[in-house]
């Protein structure tokens, strides 16, 4: 089974302060994504990359930044955390092609103060 | 990419067919559509992916017409566990074009 893991299921941070979001895949896919997901809208897209060091702008990418650094592991940068940054943040990796599908981690539940 | 229309939200009582109906009006030839189940506190899953006709697993089926301008997902005899977000999903994902998540629809399964 294809696992997809997240550095933490719950974060309180501070507003202001810089925080770190890992996600790392077992299955050598191609492409990852950051998502955030908040009370009646859905699944927003933040970023995504489709090879290691590159990286793509979603949805919503003010306020983020990422790093791929290896192909299996995805991060997401709040450089300066404020709270309407508060949300459900969901990582998900595909291997590519036109029947694949995303493989979701469990999330890592934020709170900004 | 094409743009998906869901109710935002359905009740079902337990045992009952529950059927979900996505519009899609401008799919395009090379598209394919998936569903995800959403649980509260966890990532969206797979359930289902067609390209046309029926296709049918051990969790749904998914009913497209010739068209392919709507689909339909259905849930035989839903119980409480079945209470999620679904998610329609259409698209051929290639590269660098992620799809698109709406924003679900919401069943509720009451006992």
């Known amino acids: 089974d294809v696992k997809v893991t997240q550095s933490s299921r719950y974060l309180v941070k501070r507003t202001g302060e810089k925080v770190f979001l890992e996600c790392v895949q077992d299955m050598d896919h191609e492409n990852m994504f950051w998502y955030r997901q908040d009370p009646g809208l859905g699944l927003r897209l933040i970023y995504f990359s489709y090879d290691v060091k590159m990286k793509e702008k979603g949805d919503i990418p003010e306020g983020y930044s990422v790093s791929r650094e290896k192909k299996e592991r995805f991060s997401l940068i709040l450089e300066s955390a404020s709270t309407n940054q508060t949300s459900m943040y969901l990582c998900?990796?595909?291997?590519?092609?036109?029947?694949?599908?995303?493989?979701f981690g469990p999330g890592t539940r934020l709170l900004v103060l | 990419l094409a743009k998906t229309t869901q109710p935002i939200s359905m009740d079902s009582y337990e045992g009952q067919e529950v059927n979900i109906t996505c519009s899609h009006n401008n799919i395009a030839t090379n598209d394919y559509i998936t569903w995800y189940q959403q649980f509260p506190s966890q990532g969206p899953r797979f359930i289902i992916q067609g390209y046309k006709t029926k296709v049918t697993n051990e969790v749904a089926s998914l009913f497209i017409p010739a068209d392919r301008k709507s689909s339909t997902l259905s849930l035989p005899r839903v119980s409480l566990s079945d209470t999620a977000v679904y998610y329609c999903?259409?698209?051929?994902?290639?590269?660098?074009?992620?799809?698109?998540f709406g924003k679900g629809t919401r069943l509720s399964v009451i006992a």
């Open positions: 998900a990796s595909i291997s590519g092609g036109v029947r694949e599908t995303q493989y």
């Open positions: 999903l259409v698209g051929a994902y290639s590269g660098n074009t992620p799809l698109v």
